[in-house]
């Protein structure tokens, strides 16, 4: 997808279909737009940057985070939305419409779109089908670069800094859009380490593992749980994507091939380590982990919201 429109510093009505558009900049201006809207938040701060503006969010995949995160986001910056989840069964989709169709549907009355959808490239499709901005909240087992902006944002937050850092990123590479668009952010920063950690049949797909070296992302392979790193400076844990698969008997052979334990943790953890997960988590971190305070996977969770009123008040307001 290097194709793409960049980012090239300025967020004003662009889609959001991948990382690939992002510059390191660009990452560094969002998060300092990040720090101002996390205040709102936390303090619960009437907002009216997007009053006027109604956003439409339209999940064809199941969503708590993504879809929470970004409601909310909208609607404490004043923005009305307007929200469907399965649109397959309770919207014109139902009767046959075209992605097209629907797509021009919500963008006469909304400002922009937010969209998951099954497979990957919709998100473009949609962005094809419209003026106003496509943001893509997952598409199939593509990306999902929101997410990997939040979890930029949660690494820069605690290490300040997206350079030099070594991370352990485990669980189902092959299906797993959020590492997909996580590994493209961090191959935009120098001297990033990364050692992936899957079952063999679940690797990250090789076209991406060459475009992420090309780029120049140091990428180590590993089997197992013994020869991870002590120095890391993040666990990115993933679930394996069970609705991905065809035979659901392999899913459950390879569900729980990685689990993060306390023990896990004391043999190759480290005092600065954070552990990460992009959630739900279905067994892959024991809950006896949670109370570590290294557990960061609640605070990341949280974090999308404030990197969602970012980049929805960088994308809808004129600088
Ligand atoms: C992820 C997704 O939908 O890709 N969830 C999320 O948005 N936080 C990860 C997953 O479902 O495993």
Not at 90 to 99: D, F, H, P, Q, Y
Not at 179 to 187: E, F, I, T
Not at 244 to 268: A, C, G, M, N, W
């Amino acid at each position: 997808m290097t194709d793409l429109p960049k980012v090239n510093g300025d967020f004003y009505g662009k889609n959001i279909i991948s990382l690939d558009q992002f510059a390191a900049s660009d990452l560094t201006l969002l998060f300092k737009h990040t720090q101002i809207h996390k205040k709102i938040a936390d303090y619960n701060r009437p907002s009216k940057r997007l009053a006027g503006h109604i956003i439409s969010l339209l999940f064809y995949e199941p969503s708590s985070r993504t879809f929470g995160s970004f409601l909310s986001a909208a609607q404490r910056l004043g923005a009305g939305t307007l929200a469907i989840q399965n649109p397959e069964t309770v919207s014109s989709v139902a009767k046959g419409e075209t992605l097209e169709d629907t797509i021009r549907t919500f963008a006469s009355y909304t400002s922009a779109i937010v969209i998951r959808s099954k497979k990957e490239g919709t998100a473009q499709e949609a962005a094809n089908a419209t003026d106003i901005p496509i943001i893509n909240a997952g598409d199939g087992t593509g990306e999902h670069p929101t997410q990997a902006l939040l979890d930029m944002y949660t690494l820069f937050d605690r290490f300040g800094t997206l350079s030099g850092l070594t991370g352990v990123i485990v669980g189902d590479l092959l299906n797993g859009r959020t590492v997909h668009s996580l590994l493209r952010g961090l191959s935009l920063f120098k001297n990033n380490h990364i050692y992936l950690l899957s079952p063999q049949n679940l690797q990250l797909p090789t076209p991406l593992l060459k475009h992420l070296q090309t780029k120049g992302l140091t990428i180590h392979i590993l089997t197992s749980t013994k020869n991870m790193p002590i120095n890391a400076h993040f666990w990115y844990w993933t679930r394996v994507q069970k609705e991905r698969f065809v035979h659901l008997e392999e899913y459950e052979k390879l569900k729980h091939s990685f689990i993060l334990t306390p023990q896990l943790l004391k043999d190759k953890g480290n005092p600065n380590l954070i552990l990460m997960h992009p959630l739900p988590r279905v067994g892959e971190i024991e809950e006896g982990v949670d109370n570590d305070p290294r557990a960061y996977y609640f605070k990341q969770m949280r974090n999308g919201l404030y990197v969602r009123m970012a980049l929805f008040d960088l994308i809808l307001n004129k600088r």
